[in-house]
């Protein structure tokens, strides 16, 4: 399981963009380094808490909600699918359901 503070860095991450926000100009409304928010997005810095009620006030959310987050990672529902697949009804629904839902290309 991933750290805590790349689960929090990457919802950071999902409201910024959610909010049409780009890193220089969220870093520049909560006062520090564009290089630190990445660092913050990344996972490499936790966010202090001073820091976390500026983004709260700057994208108009609740300090508690950048620690909403589903804790599985793409790698993790991958290999979960790729387990489930191997059941031959399982692997029917998802293929009805990818083609009910397919895209044109």
Do not use: H, W
């Not at 503070?5 to 950071?12: A, D, M, T």
């Not at 001073?50 to 290999?79: A, H, R």
């Amino acid at each position: 399981m991933k750290d805590i503070k790349v689960f929090i860095g990457q919802k950071i991450k999902a409201i910024r963009k959610n909010r049409g926000f780009t890193q220089e100009q969220l870093s520049e409304l909560i006062g520090i380094e564009p290089q630190s928010l990445s660092y913050i997005e990344t996972g490499k810095f936790a966010p202090s808490p001073d820091t976390l009620q500026k983004l709260s006030e700057v994208m108009n959310v609740k300090p508690y909600e950048f620690y909403y987050f589903d804790p599985v990672c793409e790698e993790e529902m991958e290999e979960e699918i790729i387990k489930a697949i191997k059941d031959k009804k399982i692997l029917k629904a998802i293929y009805k359901f990818y083609k009910a839902i397919e895209f044109e290309k």
